[in-house]
Structures are given as C-alpha cells and as structure tokens.
C-alpha cells in the first residue's frame, strides 16, 4: 500500500513539473524582425488557437501559439490570426 502511495505521488510530482516546463515555453515567446526570420523556424507561420487563413493556399500548416502570435502579431498582414503564413 505504501508503494503504491509513493508511486503516485512521484506521478503526480512529474506531471506537475512538466506542466509547469509547457507554461515557462509558452512564456518565452520570440518576436522575430521579420517572416523571413519566423519562417527560419516556423516554415507555414503562427497562428493563435482557432484562426482561420482567409488568404490563399498555404503550403504549409502554421504553428500554433497564442503565446508566440501575440508576440508578433504586427506581422498578421491581413488580421486573419495567422502572421507570416505560407
């Protein structure tokens, strides 16, 4: 019985520290200069959750971020929620 108390509390303790891992990443949000520099490491752009291209085809999917999209929100050229998307 004991066992299974401290292996739950292990669980728990690590779930608690990756959880709080998720929320630091999120805090460090990047403003880039540019697309050109977002897309160095974002190739189809940010998006915030939710958002909707209502430009053209993109080739690729945009990376997901409320965090990083505020961040650089100056580069959604059309105010779909999506910035720098290819």
Request: hydrophobic fraction near 35%; include cysteine.
């Amino acid at each position: 019985m004991k066992i299974i108390k401290l292996a739950l509390a292990i669980v728990l303790a690590l779930t608690a520290v990756s959880s709080t891992q998720a929320t630091s990443v999120e805090a460090k949000a990047v403003a880039y200069k540019n697309c050109t520099e977002l897309n160095k490491r974002y190739k189809g752009g940010v998006a915030r959750k939710g958002a909707k291209n209502r430009g053209e085809k993109t080739k690729f999917k945009p990376f997901v971020s409320d965090a990083l999209y505020n961040a650089n929100k100056s580069k959604d050229r059309d105010k779909d929620g999506v910035a720098c998307e290819k």
